[in-house]
């Protein structure tokens, strides 16, 4: 990097506020979920035309940086020089977007002009990032992808970073930055003169109790049984029952049973929560993320995409939950898109100019209608649709999708009156229970498999060779094959299933018990087949 020169390197033209050598400045954009560094050099030219240029590759937000720069650097009580202004967004090959890179070109036309100087600058920029939007009056606005760069720039060996007011807790989180948040451009021009200090940043860590609880669902106790099983081992689950009978209430509480996400875990859904969604600034949360988009939601929408693709509803819920109600009236071409991120736990999004992945770990809940109508095996309630609607609304949700979901459960209509009878009634379970149990099988897990390894992502050789299954549960789970058709993708399943209902009641050995107990739910799913 060119170290700028001041007033204190004796160069040329101190009085005309023209400086010898280019400035070059620390900043970057990014792709997918990785930030990629961006050198911003500025040259004036004694001789010019007073145009005002930038270079190397720059997108249309960043080509009209220059009005906006311009504006802010005037009415924040600075002179625009009227010499001729080159600037270049090195490497030159790759195209940038956005507006990030506002601070750091006015920044740079500051210094290079003599209006802002320090001793020391020079070797001080060499370890500085920049990023942040200016508006007209100079105001440093926030944008997306602040934790991305200033975790890229630090890679690199930055040390400081000023970025917008808004983004400066998520810019804290990449590694030893001293983060200085700046509101106006005069506030950024104060930290290199050393006149402002970096921001206090101060981490809060929610409580569970901002998750509904599932003592609020009346009955179900053994559909809760089964959302057990799914937090503890991180099994995908599906409900299937009636309208009003409380689906979408049991599947809104799993956060509340699920463990807490790790600091690296939780920065990695801020990392994806920063490139899509972070125009005021994310926050460090170890609540597990819950997604629940509508049935409409496009294919992109679901898995990303986009000429510059941003992270869809698979990665956002990645590390927590995705919430699908209605399964059968997603498209069917977005709910085939599923396939790969459930089983490869990442997804790749491809275009003409490239590839990006995205992870895309998490636990789906979907929720449906037996039929059309909803009142398919209604105890009180008729079915009011033909043998052909039934049939064709079954077949909405293919084979190798159930295939992939290892709890189908069937969801039973409760009679109302019993919610609002007088004198005591149990509780049944509650979350803090629920979550004691999750958290116990979970250390069983991963004393068994290592460090933050669940039952669902262990594989099929390693299951059977150190999973302790009895010669019972094995003969037992052969016999179901054969009479369920379990593809081999299903028998896994089946075995992990298993595997976390023993961990769930402290069991080295998986038994006939536990192995039956899995096949429960994959019979559930044979008969939700069946019109």
Same mark, same amino acid.
């Given at each position: 990097?060119e170290?700028?020169?001041?007033?204190?390197?004796?160069?040329?033209?101190?009085?005309?506020?023209?400086?010898?050598?280019?400035?070059? /400045?620390?900043?970057?954009?990014?792709?997918?979920?990785?930030?990629?560094?961006v050198e911003?050099q500025?040259?004036?030219?004694?001789?010019?035309?007073?145009?005002?240029?930038?270079?190397?590759?720059?997108?249309?937000?960043?080509?009209?940086s220059?009005?906006?720069?311009?504006?802010?650097?005037r009415?924040?009580?600075?002179?625009?020089?009227?010499?001729?202004?080159?600037?270049?967004?090195a490497p030159?090959?790759?195209?940038?977007?956005?507006?990030?890179?506002?601070?750091?070109?006015?920044?740079?036309i500051?210094?290079?002009?003599?209006?802002?100087?320090?001793?020391?600058?020079? !070797?001080?920029? !060499?370890r500085?990032?920049?990023q942040?939007?200016?508006?007209?009056?100079?105001e440093v606005?926030?944008?997306r992808?602040s934790?991305?760069?200033?975790?890229?720039?630090?890679? @690199?060996?930055?040390?400081?970073?000023?970025?917008?007011?808004?983004?400066?807790?998520?810019a804290?989180?990449?590694?030893?930055?001293e983060v200085?948040?700046?509101?106006?451009?005069?506030?950024?021009?104060?930290?290199?003169?050393?006149?402002?200090?970096?921001?206090a940043?101060?981490?809060?860590e929610p409580?569970?109790?901002?998750c509904?609880d599932?003592?609020?669902?009346?009955?179900q106790? #053994?559909?809760?049984?089964?959302?057990?099983?799914?937090?503890?081992?991180?099994h995908?689950?599906?409900l299937?029952?009636?309208p009003?009978?409380?689906?979408?209430m049991?599947?809104?509480?799993?956060?509340?049973?699920?463990?807490r996400?790790?600091?690296?875990?939780?920065?990695?859904?801020?990392?994806?929560?920063?490139?899509?969604?972070?125009e005021?600034?994310?926050?460090?949360?170890?609540?597990?993320?819950?997604?629940?988009?509508?049935?409409?939601?496009?294919?992109?929408?679901?898995?990303?995409?986009?000429?510059?693709?941003?992270?869809?509803?698979?990665?956002?819920?990645?590390?927590?939950?995705?919430?699908?109600?209605? /399964?059968?009236?997603?498209?069917?071409?977005t709910l085939?898109a /599923?396939?790969?991120?459930?089983e490869?736990?990442?997804?790749?999004?491809?275009? #003409?100019?490239?590839?990006?992945?995205?992870p895309?770990?998490?636990?789906?809940?979907?929720a449906?209608n037996?039929?059309?109508?909803?009142?398919?095996?209604?105890?009180?309630r008729?079915?009011?649709?033909?043998?052909?609607?039934?049939?064709?609304?079954?077949r909405?949700?293919?084979?190798?999708?159930?295939? @992939?979901?290892?709890?189908?459960c069937?969801?039973?209509?409760?009679?109302?009156?019993?919610w609002?009878?007088?004198?005591?009634?149990?509780?049944?379970?509650?979350?803090?229970t629920?979550?004691?149990?999750?958290?116990?099988?979970?250390?069983?897990?991963?004393?068994?498999w290592g460090?933050?390894?669940v039952?669902s992502?262990?594989?099929?050789?390693?299951?059977?060779?150190?999973?302790?299954?009895?010669?019972?549960?094995?003969?037992?789970?052969?016999?179901?094959?054969?009479r369920?058709?379990?593809?081999?993708?299903?028998?896994?399943?089946?075995?992990?299933?298993?595997?976390?209902?023993?961990d769930l009641?402290?069991?080295?050995?998986?038994g006939?018990?536990?192995?039956?107990?899995?096949?429960s739910?994959?019979?559930?799913?044979?008969?939700?087949?069946?019109?």
């Amino acid at each position: 990097m060119e170290r700028c020169v001041s007033a204190e390197d004796g160069a040329d033209g101190v009085g005309t506020g023209v400086s010898r050598r280019l400035v070059c /400045l620390g900043s970057g954009d990014y792709l997918g979920v990785e930030g990629r560094p961006v050198e911003v050099q500025v040259d004036l030219f004694r001789r010019g035309d007073g145009s005002f240029n930038i270079v190397g590759l720059p997108g249309k937000s960043t080509c009209e940086s220059r009005d906006r720069i311009r504006a802010a650097i005037r009415n924040s009580g600075f002179r625009f020089p009227t010499l001729k202004i080159l600037v270049n967004l090195a490497p030159a090959a790759r195209q940038k977007e956005g507006a990030g890179f506002d601070l750091a070109i006015a920044l740079g036309i500051l210094i290079a002009s003599g209006s802002v100087r320090a001793p020391g600058l020079g !070797e001080r920029l !060499e370890r500085m990032g920049f990023q942040g939007e200016l508006g007209l009056q100079g105001e440093v606005r926030p944008v997306r992808g602040s934790l991305l760069v200033a975790d890229c720039l630090a890679g @690199r060996g930055a040390r400081e970073c000023v970025v917008a007011a808004a983004n400066a807790r998520e810019a804290g989180l990449a590694g030893e930055l001293e983060v200085y948040g700046v509101e106006h451009l005069r506030q950024a021009v104060e930290v290199l003169r050393g006149e402002r200090g970096p921001s206090a940043i101060v981490e809060s860590e929610p409580e569970y109790e901002e998750c509904p609880d599932y003592s609020e669902v009346v009955g179900q106790e #053994a559909t809760k049984r089964a959302f057990l099983v799914a937090a503890a081992g991180r099994h995908n689950i599906l409900l299937s029952g009636p309208p009003g009978i409380g689906k979408t209430m049991l599947a809104r509480r799993l956060g509340g049973i699920l463990p807490r996400l790790s600091r690296r875990e939780a920065i990695e859904t801020i990392r994806i929560r920063s490139a899509a969604e972070g125009e005021t600034g994310c926050e460090l949360s170890l609540l597990p993320p819950f997604r629940s988009p509508h049935h409409t939601v496009s294919h992109s929408g679901m898995v990303g995409g986009g000429s510059r693709p941003v992270p869809g509803e698979v990665s956002r819920a990645h590390r927590g939950v995705l919430f699908l109600d209605e /399964l059968p009236e997603f498209s069917r071409r977005t709910l085939e898109a /599923l396939r790969e991120p459930i089983e490869e736990r990442r997804i790749t999004i491809c275009r #003409a100019s490239g590839s990006v992945t995205f992870p895309s770990d998490f636990l789906l809940v979907a929720a449906m209608n037996p039929c059309p109508c909803g009142y398919l095996g209604h105890p009180r309630r008729p079915c009011t649709c033909g043998q052909r609607q039934v049939e064709s609304y079954s077949r909405k949700i293919s084979g190798p999708l159930a295939d @992939r979901l290892d709890l189908h459960c069937r969801v039973a209509a409760l009679e109302p009156g019993s919610w609002i009878e007088p004198g005591p009634r149990s509780a049944g379970l509650d979350s803090r229970t629920l979550r004691v149990q999750v958290a116990a099988a979970r250390e069983l897990q991963s004393r068994r498999w290592g460090k933050d390894l669940v039952n669902s992502d262990i594989s099929a050789s390693r299951l059977i060779e150190d999973g302790r299954f009895s010669k019972a549960g094995l003969d037992a789970l052969r016999r179901a094959s054969r009479r369920l058709t379990l593809s081999g993708r299903g028998f896994v399943r089946a075995l992990r299933v298993a595997r976390t209902v023993a961990d769930l009641a402290g069991k080295v050995e998986v038994g006939e018990a536990e192995v039956l107990e899995a096949l429960s739910y994959r019979d559930a799913a044979d008969g939700a087949r069946e019109p």
